[in-house]
């Protein structure tokens, strides 16, 4: 089993920057890929970004890449995701989210344990 405890999130004006952690308990963590999603108010949740288990591999949706990177430490059992150039449209509650395999996963379908989650709100 996997629990998972987002942080980071808060409010930020347009064109600044975020950096969210995840940070996992468990022994599987090293085994498997790690996900970040997001809901926005009256929207579905949808994929953010996700890496493989050894970090060497990485996901983007198109809405945020070129301006975010997804990390892990599998040492400290840590996930990460910088967003640059931040948008109105970046505002949404962030999930961490850990995969049921240790590949990419882009549908939430792929995800069995998932973080609380953690405010971002962009001001324009």
């Known amino acids: 089993q996997v629990q998972l405890v987002e942080s980071g999130g808060g409010l930020v004006q347009a064109g600044g920057s975020l950096r969210l952690s995840c940070t996992a308990s468990?022994?599987?963590?090293?085994?498997?890929?790690m996900g970040w999603f997001r809901q926005a108010p009256g929207k579905e949740r949808e994929f953010v970004a996700a890496?493989?288990?050894?970090?060497?591999?990485?996901a983007y949706a198109d809405s945020v890449k070129g301006r975010s990177t997804v990390s892990r430490d599998n040492a400290k059992k840590t996930l990460s995701l910088q967003i640059n150039s931040l948008k109105p449209e970046d505002t949404a509650v962030y999930y961490c989210?850990?995969?049921?395999?240790?590949?990419?996963?882009?549908?939430?379908?792929?995800?069995?344990?998932w973080g609380q989650g953690t405010q971002v709100t962009v001001s324009s």
């Open positions: 890496i493989t288990e050894n970090g060497r591999s990485t």
């Open positions: 989210a850990a995969a049921k395999t240790g590949s990419i996963a882009t549908s939430a379908l792929g995800y069995n344990y």
């Open positions: 468990g022994r599987t963590f090293t085994f498997i890929g």
